[in-house]
């Protein structure tokens, strides 16, 4: 079953969709944002996800330092505990679109990367 990462489902427009270009900077905050989201889901499912998921932050930051570049870690979204109703009523909807926008984020970052992103 496969889900667009450019689809629309109303109540989960907060799961991070494709961006043009993404700085360093960027990545981690859209990184932060679905480990955030993850941690809503079952654990049995996203454990080891969300242990990549920081080590990517972390080599982002490593990155970043080396280039210079200044890289406050984020935080994520500030809103996502006001949507605990929503993420129970779409509970397996939420799962979908967020794994399969992760793997389109994710494949967009390895190709920014190898392009050699901005700070």
């Not at 990545?27 to 920081?54: F, H, S």
């Not at 390895?110 to 700070?119: F, I, N």
């Amino acid at each position: 079953q496969s889900v667009s990462s450019l689809q629309r489902i109303a109540g989960l427009d907060f799961i991070p969709g494709l961006q043009p270009v993404l700085s360093l900077s960027k990545m981690d905050e859209t990184l932060a944002v679905y480990q955030q989201i993850l941690t809503r889901l079952p654990p049995r499912n996203v454990v080891q996800i969300l242990n990549d998921l920081e080590n990517l932050r972390d080599l982002l930051y490593l990155l970043a330092v080396s280039k210079g570049c200044p890289f406050p870690h984020s935080s994520g979204l500030k809103t996502l505990e006001s949507l605990d109703g929503v993420l129970e009523a779409s509970r397996y909807s939420m799962e979908v679109v967020t794994l399969s926008r992760l793997q389109a984020s994710l494949q967009d970052m390895l190709q920014q990367l190898d392009l050699g992103p901005r700070c």
